[in-house]
């Protein structure tokens, strides 16, 4: 059980006088199985279930003001976003006075609340280990003329305005506790428990962890102070996560913009706690480990690069997660396609073991390429088609279609557009369109056409060869009508042709006339490169703007046509096929023999287990 | 002892190369049968494009994707194809095993009736046995939830993630030994059934059991090291195989023929292991010359007594 005593200062600085204020009780989503995140989630998240005594709930005791007067009566839950009465994660809290623009009021909340077990949505406790998240009574944001609290959703995370914290922490003595921010001061109260202060400015969030088995690490990069606290059976992976931290730390800094925070602390959740795992909060991540993971398996540098990403989309800019997910998922997931493949690339940056080598791209790709066009990117998170939606347009698309417009506008050029929007928005929820301005503006081009195919419509980006050809040019059949004119005398009578000039003339080499179809399978527009690969090497780039539904490209030249190529170099990985993207006059079949032979073996190995192992294999298989 | 059954074994299998044969043309011919659908999916779907020609190289992860998102209706029928096809190719090695048995009891030379008529004689018997053998293949399977209950027992339900990892390697290492169990008890029942001409399989089963068990440093031992044998042959195939890598028409088929060297020498160890075990079985058991073992059950072969 959590007990707690908040006391909010908060400051009207829109131009509206307020009457009321709104909060978040995110605990109570996992009250019971009526809440709406529980209700939209069918009790699952990321595969972690709550025990069957571990629902968590949070209880405001009471509510008071500095005067004493006491405003508990008057909190009324409200669900803004589905009307479901038994969601109880927003209230609405009726202020007895108006507060006017640029008052302040201090509002003193007492409350108790259990954590999920164990951890669930990224909150809970399991056995000696807590992460303690979305714990408290959170103010929502006042924003464009309205209050923006909404319910607590399975496929939402968070809004939150910026403020200081002041927050003491009381656990037993000898645990061990990370927090947002940087501890103050830490009493032993001679009782077995310890009170630990942090203080964090500037920040929309405060989380915190304890365990008494937690393992320190420590390091510093860039002025940065880097904590990992891991669990004991996975401390030999603590270098490795301080490593993947500064590294994280460096690639941003250098790419992205400062990092106005002294501190980072990585926490490595405990066994049995993974729904903790993986998640951001201010100058707090939390990553995600076991025992034995190969170092080819890149998951912990993968998971702390995103995590630590979170620190400048979700908290630096802090845009609004609930109404447009992808500013904070789908950028962050960008930026951690660019910094695995530039730190552990170009081949292999996410998986390089055993032979098998898979690049982070391709892993985004392949998430977006089955769900590619149920929703439009832009929804909010609890409107989309189903999680797996939300997954591709939150988190996969954007990343693909940040990464095919950086190969447009090049590496330098959107590196130096990131970091503007960074310079420009920090502290300030940009949306969407301010993102695509700072684009824009430093692309020196509009490139709303992109846009508004990218994130306002579901359209699918698919191009194809879909014909090549190249045959000899022998003769002109049939009369030819110049020499008919110029030459009456020249062997034609009515009725009858004679069989032609041959073009090739004795003796002059052979010409091939040769072609390639192009077609846009899909609505979405985008300028592309074709190339026509002849014998002989010699290769002709074409680009099309991809603005018809087809174009078709004809050579005449002494070489024949060996194969053509829409997008050779692999630019847009928003292409949804690449295997339709070229074709050759005449195919070989190396490629598809050479991995059939490795799947006879396999095969044949398979069936070679003795007796009716074989089918154990299958059903492993 | 061990060595000499090997010996004896190998000698044995150098001599009936054609049935060697068999056995391997058998598995490639099931291997194939499973290959050529999904080769056919394979090529329709890559057709003529840069990414077939790819496909020589190291598998694409993009190509892999595209792969199962465009012909995922065929996917599903090729997963039925995965079950049914090793289904038959047990039964069908069930079958090759009642004529390897009996050529190598009788000492023989591979002759195409004697063995065809062996493996049909047997066939119906030892799928009775592998129904029979069911209940013990349960029992050899749970051997592995040894592991569970000790480290339950020892470090209680929530231990610490090195424990459950190394108790997983174990947990598979007792799994495996479970199988290599089974598989020399089934062997040895049905040697039993070959030289005694027992039709009750619930006894060649008790026997095969009480001979696994009552001869264990034996029968494990020698399994053991057809086991190692295996491993390391594995171990060389691998690297090499990993290095014909290229896309090259000559590299393609330098592959071809080293996995179908490493199946030979698969099938070669398989046999070897039926006629290693059937003369250790003779040396420990004291088994007289196999009573019965005819062609088709109704000539008796030239040099064995004629059926009781």
């Known amino acids: ?621 | 002892m061990i060595l000499h059954s090997l010996k004896s074994g190998f000698a044995q299998v150098r001599a009936n190369k054609r049935m060697v044969a068999v056995f391997y043309l058998a598995n490639l011919c099931f291997g194939l049968l499973l290959l050529l659908p999904l080769r056919s999916i394979l090529k329709s779907f890559a057709g003529n494009s840069q990414m077939a020609a790819k496909l020589g190289g190291p598998l694409d992860m993009d190509f892999l994707i595209e792969f199962f998102k465009y012909t995922d209706g065929v996917v599903p029928a090729f997963m039925g194809l995965i079950l049914i096809v090793p289904a038959a190719n047990w039964l069908f090695t069930l079958l090759l095993s009642g004529g390897a048995f009996a050529t190598f009891a009788g000492g023989e030379k591979y002759n195409a009736a004697f063995f065809w008529g062996n493996s049909a004689k047997y066939f119906g018997r030892f799928v009775r046995l592998t129904l029979w053998s069911l209940p013990v293949f349960a029992v050899l399977f749970c051997l592995q939830y040894l592991e569970t209950g000790v480290q339950r027992l020892i470090f209680g339900s929530d231990p610490y993630q090195n424990l459950t990892y190394w108790g997983g390697w174990i947990k598979i290492g007792l799994r495996q030994i479970g199988f290599l169990l089974f598989a020399m008890i089934l062997d040895y029942a049905r040697i039993h059934a070959v030289l005694t001409d027992e039709r009750k399989m619930r006894t060649s089963l008790l026997q095969g059991l009480k001979f696994v068990f009552g001869n264990f440093l034996y029968t494990f031992g020698l399994a053991l090291l057809l086991l190692l044998v295996g491993a390391v042959a594995l171990v060389i195939y691998n690297p090499i195989a990993n290095s014909l890598a290229a896309p090259n028409a000559l590299i393609v088929i330098m592959l071809f023929v080293w996995q179908q060297v490493y199946m030979v020498f698969r099938t070669l160890l398989r046999l070897t292991t039926y006629a290693s075990q059937l003369d250790l079985y003779h040396q420990r058991a004291g088994e007289p010359a196999p009573a019965a073992i005819t062609s088709t059950g109704e000539q008796p072969m030239e040099g064995l007594a004629p059926a009781a």
């Open chain 1, 1 to 621: 059980m959590l007990h707690g005593n908040e006391t909010l200062k908060w400051f009207n600085k829109s131009g509206d006088t307020i009457t009321e204020l709104q909060f978040h009780l995110y605990l109570n989503a996992f009250r019971n199985h009526k809440s709406t995140f529980m209700k939209e989630s069918g009790g699952v998240s990321r595969g972690n279930k709550i025990d069957k005594d571990g629902w968590g709930f949070i209880e405001v005791n009471k509510i008071t003001l500095t005067s004493g007067d006491d405003l508990t009566g008057g909190m009324e839950f409200i669900q803004p976003d589905d009307g479901n009465p038994d969601d109880k994660t927003v209230f609405r809290l009726p202020l007895p006075q108006p507060l006017k623009p640029n008052d302040s009021i201090i509002v003193h909340i007492d409350f108790t609340g259990k954590l999920p077990q164990p951890p669930f949505a990224r909150t809970g406790a399991k056995k000696e280990y807590f992460f303690v998240a979305q714990w408290f009574p959170k103010i929502g944001v006042y924003i464009d003329g309205k209050w923006n609290c909404h319910q607590f959703h399975a496929n939402s995370e968070f809004f939150a305005d910026y403020g200081v914290y002041n927050v003491r922490m009381t656990v037993p003595e000898k645990n061990i506790l990370g927090a947002t921010g940087l501890e103050v001061e830490k009493k032993n109260n001679g009782d077995g428990t310890a009170t630990h202060f942090y203080h964090a400015e500037d920040v929309h969030d405060f989380a915190w962890t304890t365990s008494p088995e937690f393992i320190e690490f420590k390091d510093n990069t860039q002025d940065v102070d880097i904590r990992v606290l891991m669990q004991p059976d996975h401390a030999d992976q603590g270098p490795r996560h301080v490593e993947a931290a500064k590294a994280a730390v460096e690639y941003f800094q250098n790419w992205y913009g400062d990092y106005p925070f002294p501190n980072l602390t990585v926490v490595d959740p405990r066994r049995g706690a993974g729904g903790s795992g993986g998640m951001e909060y201010p100058t707090l991540i939390t990553a995600g480990t076991s025992y034995g993971m190969p170092e080819g398996l890149r998951a912990v540098e993968l998971v702390i690069i995103h995590e630590f990403g979170h620190n400048f989309w979700y908290h630096l800019l802090a845009s609004n997660e609930f109404e447009e997910s992808w500013m904070d998922e789908g950028i962050n997931t960008y930026t951690e396609i660019q910094i695995m493949n530039d730190k552990y690339g170009p081949i292999g940056d996410a998986i390089n073991l055993l032979g098998i080598k898979i690049n982070d791209l391709q892993f985004q790709r392949g998430q977006y390429a089955f769900f590619p066009d149920f929703d439009p990117i832009m929804r909010k998170a609890w409107e989309f088609y189903g999680g797996n939606s939300y997954g591709a347009n939150s988190y996969a698309k954007p990343g693909v279609l940040l990464t095919t417009l950086q190969n447009h506008l090049g590496r330098e050029k959107m590196q130096q557009a990131m970091r503007t929007y960074v310079e420009r928005w920090r502290f300030k929820h940009p949306k969407s369109r301010d993102f695509f301005n700072v684009i824009n503006e430093v692309a020196g081009e509009d490139l709303n056409w992109f846009f508004d195919q990218a994130f306002y419509s579901n359209a699918i980006l698919d191009y194809s060869v879909d014909r090549v050809f190249s045959r000899e040019i022998k003769k002109v059949e049939g009369y030819d009508f110049t020499l008919s004119v110029a030459r009456p005398d020249s062997g034609m009578t009515n009725g009858t042709s004679h069989s032609g000039d041959s073009i090739a003339a004795k003796g002059k080499p052979k010409m091939y006339e040769s072609g390639v179809d192009v077609r846009r399978l899909g609505a979405f527009k985008f300028p592309v490169e074709i190339v026509a690969t002849f014998e002989g090497g010699e290769k002709v780039r074409e680009k099309w703007d991809g603005q018809d539904f087809w174009k078709k490209i004809r050579y005449t030249k002494p070489n024949k046509l060996v194969s053509a190529t829409v997008d050779p170099d692999n630019k847009i990985p928003l292409d949804l096929n690449y295997t339709n993207n070229s074709k050759a006059v005449e195919g070989s079949s190396l490629g598809v023999n050479k991995l059939s032979v490795r799947w006879l073996f396999w095969m044949q190995f398979l069936l070679d287990q003795p007796e009716f192992m074989n089918l154990f294999s299958a059903i492993n298989f």
